[in-house]
Structure formats: C-alpha cells, structure tokens
C-alpha cells in the first residue's frame, strides 16, 4: 500500500532532516540517495532500503516504475514541491528519492585480499572530496575507503551525490582513530598479507613512480589543509609525494588520492573496464 505525503508532517520532517542534519542521520540510521544512476547502483549492489518516495500525480517513466516494482520498502507518494525540497532543486521533475540504511562503521566490511588496495583518508572537511575520492576508488580498483578522525560525514548529500553512485560499490567505513586502523593492519599481516601502509606527503622522501605499490597496500590522503596526522606519520611504512610545477604549492586532497590511485592501477594493469 503506499502512503501519501502531501503537507511538512512528522514523516516528511524526519526526512528533511536527513538532508543537513548529521547528527540525526547517525540516529536514524538513514540517509538519502538522489539520482537515476546512484538509486540503480544502489539496487544493484543489494544496497538496503528502508523506503522509496516517488512523486505524486505525473505517471512515472518505465526506470522509475521499474525500481518501484524491484524494491522491497515502503513506497510514499509525495507532493511535488515537497519532493523538490527533499531533493534541493528548484524544479519538480524528480520521480524518486531513496531512503538508504547506513552501515555499520566496521572494517569486517573492508575485503581482504593477496593483492588488497584499500584508502584511508585522514580527517576529511568536504563531503565533496569524500564523494570525489570514492568514485575513484571504484573507477581505480581500490577496494575500501576508510575515513578516520573528525571528519565530514560520507552520508552527507553532498557526498552522496559526489559518488555518482560508487558508494554502494566501495565499502566505506569510518574510525575514530588511526591507532584503530593500523591495530587491524597488524591483525591482518598476522594473517599473511603483507598489508605495507604508504602515505601521500609534498615533503615524502620517495617519487609516486618509485614506490612499488602493486602489494598489499593501504594508502593514506591527509586533510586538505595539514595532510596526514603525526599519529598516520608514525604508522606508514613508507611516505611518497607527487612532483609537481608551477605556483601552486600542493594538490587538491581528491586530485592527489587520484592521481596516485592511478598509478597503483597503472603498476598492476589497470583494473578491467566493468560492462556497460
């Protein structure tokens, strides 16, 4: 049966609040998926749901009527204006926003594997750069993002957006320390795989070319402003920095966690292309 929201009730409040209130997404356990390509991966990858709105009156197009007949969630028409708030445009042509579940923040979710490419990213500010770094974590063969410290929250819209739908491809996983993450690096060399943490510094001794990054490896962004924290320093096994010209003095935290994902991608062969 699906349930109709015309007017700002309780429901509709709890969803707004999910576009810009953190600390309520982490209470609720949800947040929202806008986007054709984010709320088809979100399927895809089996992704939970915990609602579906679609907008109320237009007949829908056979992609939204499509994911309304596959999902298992509650369904809630919408008014249209207040679908447009939900997705924070000024138009009224979007059909459907999804309600996902946030995971648990456990790294029991981060895949171990022989030749294991995983990042973490230290204290992160911008959501944007999350979703930038995310997407090329898909694009580039890494299997995990780990965000540790106080950081912008992955669930955040903006982030979200930023994916473009990779989020629900590359666990991502938040620490509060980075003590915690390399006591689960420990834990997994104790295994046998030879986890090597290798973080990204302007003032690193080593060329991005001349380190052998085709292991096990965690790879390590700093924040946007300081770069990685003494604590990250002290864990890295080994530190590179990118050469660069030119006046600017260092690279945008996305660009350098793409670039060097690059070349990991480059020294293993390039993941293979995914169908399209």
């Known amino acids: ?21 953190r600390t309520k997404r982490q209470r609720a356990g949800e947040f929202l998926i806008h986007g054709v390509r984010p709320i088809t991966l979100a399927i895809e990858c089996g992704w939970p749901l915990t609602a579906v709105l679609r907008t109320a009156g237009p007949k829908l197009s056979g992609w939204a009527q499509g994911v309304l007949e596959t999902v298992d969630a509650p369904v809630y028409s919408v008014a249209a204006d207040l679908m447009a708030e939900l997705s924070e ?7 459907l926003i999804a309600v996902g579940a946030v995971p648990p923040d456990s790294l029991d979710r981060v895949p171990i594997t022989p030749d294991m490419l995983v990042v973490a990213f230290d204290r992160p500010t911008s959501p944007g750069n999350i979703g930038a ?23 955040d819209p903006k982030s979200v957006r930023a994916t473009t739908g990779s989020l629900f491809a590359v666990p991502t996983v938040r620490v ?27 003032h690193g001794p ?14 390590v962004i700093g924040n946007e402003t300081k770069g990685m924290s003494t604590t990250w320093h002290t864990l890295c096994h080994t530190t590179l920095h990118i050469p660069i010209g030119g006046a600017a003095s260092s ?22 292309a995914a169908p399209r």
């Open 251 to 272: 690279l945008n935290a996305a660009n350098a966690a793409t670039l060097t994902l690059y070349e990991a991608a480059r020294q293993r062969g390039f993941p293979a």
């Open 176 to 202: 509060g320390s980075p003590r915690d993450v390399g006591e689960w690096v420990e834990a997994v060399r104790s295994q046998g795989t030879p986890l090597t943490i290798v973080g990204t510094d302007e």
């Open 1 to 21: 049966m699906v349930k109709r929201v015309s007017v700002r009730n309780a429901q509709f409040q709890q969803w707004q609040a999910l576009l810009g209130n």
């Open 133 to 155: 770094i995310t997407r090329s974590c898909d694009a580039l063969g890494a299997a995990a993002l780990i965000v540790t410290g106080h950081a912008a929250d992955p669930y």
């Open 206 to 219: 080593s060329r991005i070319t001349e380190v052998d990054l085709t292991g096990p490896t965690l790879l």
């Open 89 to 95: 445009r000024t138009d009224d042509g979007v059909e």
